[in-house]
């Protein structure tokens, strides 16, 4: 008999990544108004865009508030971990791109492709390079980035 709990089913090991795969992150996530102001007045981020329905709607270009790049960044990060980065640490992060605006009420789906993988000289981890996408309820490409992975190899 095997006993699982959900420990055995966060992250994945090295030897699991295999370039080209896709993984497509679950569950999709709704970006509210509160969630936006809190990240904002945690992150000490002010501008009138994120939290001001005036200023947005009679001074931006998109008459509406806009969703702070952070949190967007940060909820689709958040999205990944169980899938990539579960069992490794964040190396880093070599482009960040935010393509499309994220507005209050928008729905963000992500996924992850695995690009490229190498062993490390210690040999019991390899570095896995990633690119992740969030997209939202349209379709449309919000946030893009591209970062490498530090995962333990199974243990033997």
């Known amino acids: 008999m095997t006993i699982?709990?959900?420990?055995?089913?966060?992250?994945?090991?090295?030897?699991d990544f295999v370039v080209g795969d896709v993984y497509?992150?679950?569950?999709?996530?709704?970006?509210?108004?509160?969630?936006?102001?809190?990240?904002?007045?945690?992150?000490?981020?002010?501008?009138?865009?994120?939290?001001?329905?005036?200023?947005?709607?009679?001074?931006?270009?998109?008459?509406?508030?806009?969703?702070?790049?952070?949190?967007?960044?940060?909820?689709?990060?958040?999205?990944?971990?169980?899938?990539?980065?579960g069992r490794g640490i964040n190396l880093e992060v070599e482009s960040l791109k935010h393509a499309k605006p994220t507005f209050h009420g928008d729905t963000?789906?992500?996924?992850?492709?695995?690009?490229?993988?190498?062993?490390?000289?210690?040999?019991?981890r390899g570095i896995v390079t990633v690119e992740t996408r969030g997209v939202n309820q349209r379709g449309e490409e919000v946030c893009y980035f591209k970062r490498k992975v530090m995962v333990p190899k199974r243990p033997a």
């Not at 992500?110 to 019991?124: I, P, Y």
Request: charged share 30%.
């Open 4 to 15: 699982y709990d959900g420990r055995d089913r966060y992250g994945r090991y090295y030897e």
């Open 24 to 85: 497509k992150h679950w569950p999709s996530k709704t970006i509210t108004e509160a969630e936006d102001h809190l990240f904002c007045d945690i992150t000490m981020n002010h501008h009138p865009l994120h939290s001001d329905r005036w200023y947005a709607e009679e001074e931006s270009q998109y008459k509406q508030n806009v969703v702070v790049g952070n949190l967007v960044y940060s909820v689709i990060l958040g999205m990944s971990v169980i899938d990539v980065s």
């Open 108 to 124: 963000i789906r992500a996924e992850t492709t695995v690009l490229e993988k190498r062993e490390t000289s210690a040999g019991d």
